[in-house]
């Protein structure tokens, strides 16, 4: 792959491009404790993620990523990064104006409110083993010490409030879902996965979609499944939701 690494607001950002484009852009959101550095990326370091990354480059996609401030949980700085992101690759390749998501965990938080606050801008979204519903993980970790001690340092920092103060200023004004309008969303979802559950993560948000006539679709996979397996249904989704567009400029 050809890999352009930059700099926006102390952040190191990535953009993977493809040998012969589809004029097609990927937006990448990575799960807790991703990053992108000055010429590397915990996605570069994972062969099962990397051959992720290479499926969807050889199918012609720009792909583009953001450290997005570390385990940002959803925080309004992270997802304005990432639109800036993305209106920076908008000037900088020749790309279709609206562009595809995929987000891992943690990284549907900003997918979701992505999608809430500019849906023209996106084409589709792919979630895989998604975070849809943080406080209800808030109270998860809350049974374990050490797991609920670094998941309030995380919160406290990603939205910048004391830690006296996440609950009240971060979990419970933090509206869950506020969508409207959106473009078709696929989740792929391991059976049994964790730390975001199915039920608390996956199923309430689908049924949030579905009251609200929005285009949703749930596949359910066996567990322990090699990253890279994720890839054709993610480029299933995409090629699908680029058809209409091709035809009707014929």
Request: a positive charge; one cysteine or more.
């Amino acid at each position: 792959m050809n890999e352009r690494f930059f700099s926006i607001d102390g952040q190191w950002n990535v953009v993977h491009l493809p040998e012969q484009p589809n004029g097609f852009g990927v937006l990448l959101l990575g799960d807790r404790n991703y990053f992108v550095q000055s010429n590397n990326s915990s996605w570069l370091q994972n062969p099962e993620r990397t051959f992720f990354l290479k499926e969807l480059t050889q199918a012609g996609y720009t792909v583009f990523t953001s450290n997005l401030y570390g385990n940002h949980w959803g925080s309004e700085p992270a997802c304005q990064l990432a639109l800036q992101l993305h209106h920076v690759l908008q000037r900088q390749e020749i790309l279709n104006d609206k562009v595809h998501i995929i987000a891992e965990g943690m990284g549907a938080l900003v997918a979701v409110k992505l999608l809430q606050q500019a849906p023209e801008q996106f084409r589709s979204a792919v979630l895989i083993n998604p975070c849809l519903h943080l406080y209800r993980f808030y109270k998860k970790e809350r049974k374990t010490k050490l797991f609920y001690k670094r998941l309030l340092y995380e919160l406290s920092e990603a939205y910048g409030v004391d830690t006296s103060e996440v609950e009240a200023k971060v979990l419970k004004k933090n509206h869950l879902w506020q969508l409207e309008q959106s473009p078709p969303i696929r989740m792929v979802i391991e059976m049994g996965n964790e730390p975001f559950s199915l039920e608390d993560h996956g199923r309430r948000f689908e049924q949030y979609q579905r009251q609200r006539g929005l285009e949703v679709s749930l596949s359910l996979h066996l567990p322990k499944k090699p990253f890279s397996y994720y890839a054709h249904p993610t480029l299933s989704h995409l090629k699908k939701n680029e058809k209409l567009e091709k035809k009707s400029s014929l």
